[in-house]
């Protein structure tokens, strides 16, 4: 139960550090600290990182940087995807499902490394660029569009439909996806996120264990960890966060991308 717990605390730190995307890293964990199968590690990994989301998405909402219509419109989509996911991993070899899962943490791997070390002229170009989504200018919220909702829609129903089949919570399709789509601040951003993966969540949540798919043993004090790690991460994200974290995240990553494909090749 302590390797358990602590492995979960190192998910809420790194969830709570290096953004939704951060919460990737859940089921890789699982998955090699305890000998788990990606199968089996989903419900959990997305019960613990669901639960320190929604902690993070309390405190943004408090804050007032949580864009909530968005976040609903965005988490409904999700959840149409989300038991299909589900049904499929249960369905796919747990080889390929752990190569896919690996697949994926090395793209996000690679554009954080790409991110963090793009140029700042780069980055405020895009910072300026056309986003279908805008905010009107007196009261801060979206001015909804059919393009703008079509987008965040169909951003939603990726996150949802990955949410179900890995146990990721899709922070590492939502945050790319409202920097490419909205005018946000990053700040805001990675608050949004949150929110989304809290209530997408809740469907996977809901339906592992509806179908008994969740070994509770391991999932209360994983989550119990990754709450702990996401208050303690958020006290020190400010003055820990920065090119040099995204850098050190996306390497990490790899490394355990490339850990996965060797375990599952062997």
Not at 90 to 99: A, F, G, K, T, V
Request: proline share 3%.
């Amino acid at each position: 139960m302590l390797i358990v717990l602590a492995l979960g605390l190192v998910v809420g730190v790194i969830l709570a550090l290096t953004g939704a995307g951060g919460g990737i890293l859940a089921v890789p964990l699982l998955v090699f600290g305890i000998q788990m199968g990606v199968a089996q590690a989903g419900p959990i990994g997305l019960l613990a990182v669901g639960m320190a989301a929604a902690l993070g998405a309390v405190l943004g909402l408090r804050e007032g940087i949580v864009r909530y219509r968005a976040a609903m419109l965005i988490a409904a989509a999700g959840m149409l995807l989300s038991p299909l996911g589900l049904w499929l991993a249960h369905r796919l070899d747990n080889r390929w499902l752990s190569i896919l899962f690996a697949m994926i943490l090395l793209l996000v791997a690679f554009r954080t490394f790409r991110q963090a070390t793009r140029p700042p002229v780069a980055v405020a170009a895009n910072i300026h660029s056309l986003h279908p989504c805008k905010r009107d200018g007196a009261t801060g919220r979206f001015i909804w569009t059919s393009s703008c909702a079509r987008a965040l829609a169909l951003s939603g129903t990726v996150a949802g439909l990955l949410s179900g089949l890995l146990g990721v919570g899709g922070g590492f399709v939502m945050v790319p996806a409202l920097q490419r789509y909205t005018d946000l601040a990053m700040r805001s951003v990675v608050a949004t996120s949150l929110a989304v993966i809290a209530l997408v969540s809740v469907t996977g949540v809901v339906t592992s264990a509806a179908t008994g798919g969740m070994v509770w043993s391991v999932a209360i004090p994983f989550s119990a960890g990754a709450l702990a790690g996401m208050l303690g991460g958020r006290m020190v994200s400010a003055r820990l966060a920065g090119p040099h974290l995204q850098i050190g995240f996306a390497v990490v990553s790899a490394a355990v991308a490339v850990g996965m494909i060797v375990k599952s090749a062997l």
